[in-house]
């Protein structure tokens, strides 16, 4: 689906007017969007928490976590023919949360879960090698990276983990550029907010695992905690 550009109006009596897109109210693009007639436009994601992954190589991404007291269970990698993570969540729901993590799993670094009691960083350096049948013949090898029920994996718990320093770095120094503070950052329009959530991601090179506005609705909650 393309992008909403312009939007024409044709009156009764022939006149026209073309509003630009910074020029649509969000409520009609969104009724735009629901008609399948354009993108839906850019939201922030309020969430409890935030697990964010982040990759050997620097990649990091964003998950929203509909819970403020999510906790990691459990972080494994099974390899048949491609390998597949699987990054297991209490959120005290009946039911664990399962994600499947596509991109090199094996090459998480790092697993930070971030909400407004604090950080958990889980360290993914560790690993445990496990076999099931022979992998030539259609076994499988699992490469346990994270297991909260073995005490041989640790996580760190804390208000401001070095893990966050440099993604925290990011937002202030581009507050600082923009002569902006966070609290004058937040009263801004929601629009306006996003065009600027926009460039610290991309500063700081995190991405939406599922939803960009994953990214922005984290990044909101960190500039709350630099405003408090």
């Not at 964003?62 to 390998?83: F, G, H, P």
């Not at 099931?132 to 994996?153: L, V």
């Not at 629009?191 to 700081?204: G, N, P, T």
């Amino acid at each position: 689906m393309k992008k909403l550009k312009s939007l024409r109006l044709v009156y009764e009596d022939g006149t026209e007017k073309v509003l630009g897109a910074d020029e649509i109210e969000a409520s009609l693009q969104s009724a735009l969007a629901e008609s399948g007639l354009s993108e839906s436009p850019p939201e922030i994601s309020p969430a409890g928490s935030y697990l964010i992954m982040k990759w050997k190589d620097r990649w990091q991404e964003v998950m929203a976590v509909n819970s403020d007291i999510a906790e990691l269970l459990r972080y494994y990698v099974i390899r048949r023919i491609e390998d597949k993570g699987r990054l297991v969540l209490d959120t005290g729901a009946d039911y664990p949360e399962l994600t499947i993590v596509e991109r090199t799993p094996m090459d998480i670094s790092r697993i930070l879960l971030v909400g407004d009691s604090g950080v958990r960083s889980y360290s993914l350096e560790q690993e445990i090698e496990g076999y099931e049948g022979t992998f030539e013949a259609g076994g499988k090898k699992e490469f346990t990276k994270y297991d909260r029920e073995n005490p041989d994996f640790r996580n760190e718990l804390s208000t401001a983990p070095e893990s966050m320093d440099e993604i925290t770095e990011v937002i202030m120094a581009t507050l600082a550029d923009k002569n902006l503070s966070p609290d004058g950052l937040l009263a801004m329009e929601k629009d306006l907010r996003i065009r600027e959530y926009s460039q610290i991601a991309s500063v700081a090179g995190i991405r939406g695992t599922k939803r960009q506005s994953d990214v922005y609705g984290f990044i909101e909650l960190i500039l709350k905690k630099l405003a408090a």
